[in-house]
Protein backbone atom coordinates (compact mmCIF):
# COMPACT_ATOMS: atom_id res chain seq x y z
CA UNK A 1 0.00 0.00 0.00
CA UNK A 2 1.01 3.41 -0.64
CA UNK A 3 1.90 6.06 1.86
CA UNK A 4 -1.06 8.63 2.37
CA UNK A 5 -0.44 12.49 2.44
CA UNK A 6 -2.84 12.14 5.35
CA UNK A 7 -2.14 9.28 7.07
CA UNK A 8 -5.77 9.14 8.57
CA UNK A 9 -7.85 6.08 8.95
CA UNK A 10 -11.67 6.27 9.19
CA UNK A 11 -14.12 3.61 11.26
CA UNK A 12 -17.37 3.78 10.23
CA UNK A 13 -20.36 2.28 11.19
CA UNK A 14 -24.32 3.35 11.80
CA UNK A 15 -26.69 3.72 14.36
CA UNK A 16 -28.06 0.65 16.26
CA UNK A 17 -31.70 0.94 14.34
CA UNK A 18 -30.37 1.02 10.43
CA UNK A 19 -31.96 0.60 7.34
CA UNK A 20 -30.25 -1.21 4.18
CA UNK A 21 -29.92 1.65 2.30
CA UNK A 22 -27.99 3.41 5.25
CA UNK A 23 -25.96 0.08 5.30
CA UNK A 24 -25.11 0.54 1.99
CA UNK A 25 -24.52 4.27 1.94
CA UNK A 26 -21.62 3.25 4.58
CA UNK A 27 -20.14 1.03 2.25
CA UNK A 28 -20.21 3.31 -0.48
CA UNK A 29 -18.46 5.87 1.78
CA UNK A 30 -15.89 3.10 3.00
CA UNK A 31 -14.84 2.94 -0.88
CA UNK A 32 -14.75 7.03 -1.10
CA UNK A 33 -12.79 7.49 1.84
CA UNK A 34 -8.31 6.08 1.77
CA UNK A 35 -7.93 3.13 5.07
CA UNK A 36 -11.72 3.20 5.54
CA UNK A 37 -13.78 -0.05 8.23
CA UNK A 38 -17.13 -0.39 7.84
CA UNK A 39 -18.69 -2.18 10.57
CA UNK A 40 -21.94 -3.20 11.62
CA UNK A 41 -22.38 -1.92 15.13
CA UNK A 42 -25.28 -4.03 16.28
CA UNK A 43 -25.73 -3.41 19.94
CA UNK A 44 -22.16 -1.64 20.33
CA UNK A 45 -21.86 1.36 22.71
CA UNK A 46 -20.16 4.13 22.31
CA UNK A 47 -17.23 2.39 24.15
CA UNK A 48 -17.14 -0.35 22.32
CA UNK A 49 -16.50 1.34 19.30
CA UNK A 50 -13.83 3.41 20.73
CA UNK A 51 -12.40 0.24 21.71
CA UNK A 52 -12.71 -1.15 17.86
CA UNK A 53 -11.08 2.16 17.01
CA UNK A 54 -7.99 1.84 19.34
CA UNK A 55 -7.68 -2.13 17.91
CA UNK A 56 -7.74 -1.05 14.38
CA UNK A 57 -5.60 1.74 14.60
CA UNK A 58 -8.41 4.58 13.55
CA UNK A 59 -7.95 8.12 13.77
CA UNK A 60 -11.67 8.99 13.19
CA UNK A 61 -14.98 7.08 13.74
CA UNK A 62 -18.33 8.43 11.46
CA UNK A 63 -21.28 7.05 12.97
CA UNK A 64 -24.36 7.45 10.32
CA UNK A 65 -28.07 8.39 11.73
CA UNK A 66 -30.90 7.11 9.64
CA UNK A 67 -34.10 9.35 8.93
CA UNK A 68 -36.93 7.58 7.92
CA UNK A 69 -34.85 5.05 6.21
CA UNK A 70 -32.42 6.86 4.65
CA UNK A 71 -28.97 8.01 5.73
CA UNK A 72 -29.94 11.09 7.79
CA UNK A 73 -26.78 12.53 9.73
CA UNK A 74 -23.27 11.60 9.93
CA UNK A 75 -21.41 12.48 13.29
CA UNK A 76 -17.79 12.72 13.65
CA UNK A 77 -15.53 11.55 16.21
CA UNK A 78 -11.85 12.14 17.02
CA UNK A 79 -10.52 9.19 18.73
CA UNK A 80 -8.35 9.79 21.80
CA UNK A 81 -6.97 7.83 24.55
CA UNK A 82 -9.79 7.93 26.79
CA UNK A 83 -12.89 8.09 24.71
CA UNK A 84 -14.23 9.21 21.49
CA UNK A 85 -14.49 13.18 21.18
CA UNK A 86 -16.71 14.98 19.39
CA UNK A 87 -16.38 16.65 16.22
CA UNK A 88 -18.47 19.70 15.34
CA UNK A 89 -20.31 20.24 13.37
CA UNK A 90 -22.23 17.29 12.11
CA UNK A 91 -23.07 16.95 8.41
CA UNK A 92 -27.11 16.27 7.98
CA UNK A 93 -27.92 14.67 5.05
CA UNK A 94 -30.81 16.32 2.57
CA UNK A 95 -30.76 13.42 0.08
CA UNK A 96 -28.34 11.11 -1.56
CA UNK A 97 -27.74 8.45 -4.46
CA UNK A 98 -25.85 5.92 -3.90
CA UNK A 99 -23.18 4.04 -6.04
CA UNK A 100 -25.70 1.32 -7.29
CA UNK A 101 -28.27 4.31 -8.71
CA UNK A 102 -25.63 5.87 -10.23
CA UNK A 103 -24.81 5.41 -14.19
CA UNK A 104 -21.10 4.38 -14.74
CA UNK A 105 -20.21 4.70 -10.92
CA UNK A 106 -17.23 2.82 -9.53
CA UNK A 107 -16.36 1.02 -6.52
CA UNK A 108 -12.74 1.19 -5.58
CA UNK A 109 -10.56 1.26 -3.32
CA UNK A 110 -8.41 4.63 -2.51
CA UNK A 111 -5.48 5.53 -0.40
CA UNK A 112 -5.56 8.86 -0.08
CA UNK A 113 -8.43 12.01 -0.51
CA UNK A 114 -8.52 15.82 -1.24
CA UNK A 115 -11.29 18.22 -1.37
CA UNK A 116 -11.71 20.42 -4.40
CA UNK A 117 -14.17 23.16 -4.68
CA UNK A 118 -15.82 23.75 -7.72
CA UNK A 119 -17.63 27.39 -6.58
CA UNK A 120 -16.42 30.24 -4.95
CA UNK A 121 -19.30 29.85 -2.23
CA UNK A 122 -18.57 26.30 -1.08
CA UNK A 123 -15.07 27.49 0.52
CA UNK A 124 -16.22 27.76 4.25
CA UNK A 125 -17.72 24.08 3.48
CA UNK A 126 -14.44 22.86 2.45
CA UNK A 127 -12.71 23.98 5.03
CA UNK A 128 -14.93 22.57 7.86
CA UNK A 129 -15.02 19.41 5.99
CA UNK A 130 -10.95 19.14 5.90
CA UNK A 131 -11.02 19.46 9.66
CA UNK A 132 -13.95 16.53 9.62
CA UNK A 133 -12.10 13.72 7.45
CA UNK A 134 -9.03 15.52 8.70
CA UNK A 135 -7.64 16.01 4.67
CA UNK A 136 -6.38 18.99 2.33
CA UNK A 137 -7.98 21.35 -0.07
CA UNK A 138 -6.40 21.73 -3.47
CA UNK A 139 -7.17 24.78 -5.12
CA UNK A 140 -4.97 24.44 -8.19
CA UNK A 141 -3.86 21.36 -10.24
CA UNK A 142 -2.46 18.82 -8.43
CA UNK A 143 0.78 17.51 -9.90
CA UNK A 144 1.05 14.13 -11.00
CA UNK A 145 -1.92 12.80 -9.31
CA UNK A 146 -2.14 9.07 -8.46
CA UNK A 147 -5.10 6.49 -9.77
CA UNK A 148 -6.07 5.98 -6.60
CA UNK A 149 -6.74 8.95 -5.11
CA UNK A 150 -10.63 10.51 -3.96
CA UNK A 151 -11.45 14.22 -4.84
CA UNK A 152 -14.23 15.54 -2.41
CA UNK A 153 -15.66 17.31 -5.02
CA UNK A 154 -17.88 20.17 -3.29
CA UNK A 155 -20.28 22.91 -4.67
CA UNK A 156 -22.64 25.69 -2.53
CA UNK A 157 -25.97 25.27 -3.79
CA UNK A 158 -28.14 27.84 -1.83
CA UNK A 159 -27.95 29.28 1.28
CA UNK A 160 -25.68 26.18 3.55
CA UNK A 161 -26.78 23.81 1.27
CA UNK A 162 -23.83 21.92 -0.96
CA UNK A 163 -23.48 19.01 -2.86
CA UNK A 164 -20.68 16.64 -2.24
CA UNK A 165 -19.35 13.97 -5.13
CA UNK A 166 -16.66 11.42 -4.64
CA UNK A 167 -14.78 11.14 -8.01
CA UNK A 168 -11.43 9.90 -9.12
CA UNK A 169 -9.04 11.49 -11.66
CA UNK A 170 -10.86 10.40 -14.18
CA UNK A 171 -14.02 11.69 -13.32
CA UNK A 172 -15.97 8.53 -12.47
CA UNK A 173 -18.33 8.64 -9.31
CA UNK A 174 -16.74 6.65 -6.75
CA UNK A 175 -18.47 6.97 -4.10
CA UNK A 176 -22.06 8.47 -2.95
CA UNK A 177 -23.70 12.07 -4.09
CA UNK A 178 -24.70 14.09 -1.14
CA UNK A 179 -27.00 16.83 -0.53
CA UNK A 180 -25.93 18.70 2.54
CA UNK A 181 -25.62 21.18 5.02
CA UNK A 182 -24.10 21.74 8.51
CA UNK A 183 -25.86 21.58 11.81
Not at 7 to 12: C, E
Not at 32 to 56: C, E, F, W, Y
Not at 123 to 143: P, Q, R, T
Amino acid sequence: MKNNINSVRFLITMSRRDSPRTRSFCKDLSYALPSAIKVNRGKKSINDLHMLALQNKCNRVIIVNTFMGNPGLLTFYSVGNESLNPLRPQLRILGVKLTFEIRNAKRVRVNDIIIRCLNDDAMEVAHNLSSLFNCKICFKEYGEPPDDLSIMNVESLEKDIFIIRFTNMSGYIIGPIMKAKFI
